[in-house]
């Protein structure tokens, strides 16, 4: 997929210096670096009674509407 990045200049900078030195494309240098970041983030769980308390659903008093109210509103 294409996306387009707006870098300041000094950082686009010094990225084509680092790919020429590593002998790379910017996009893989850029590729390489998110998967650092993304590899390093722990995915989040959600404890067991979290997961329970949404599955159940929440009351929260009054009555409930009709379809046709909820898109009245």
Same mark, same amino acid.
């Given at each position: 997929?294409?996306?387009?990045? +707006?870098?300041?200049? +000094? ?8 790919a020429v030195k @590593? @002998? ?7 590729? +390489? ?19 329970? @308390?949404?599955?159940?659903?929440? @009351? ?11 898109? +009245?509103?």
């Amino acid at each position: 997929m294409r996306t387009t990045l +707006d870098l300041p200049n +000094d950082l686009l900078e010094r990225t084509k210096i680092e790919a020429v030195k @590593r @002998r790379t494309t910017i996009k893989q240098l850029v590729m +390489d670096g998110l998967q650092h970041v993304l590899a390093q983030q722990e995915s989040p769980t959600a404890p067991p009674q979290a997961l329970k @308390r949404l599955q159940s659903g929440y @009351r929260l008093g009054g009555t409930p509407l009709s379809r046709g109210e909820t898109h +009245d509103r």
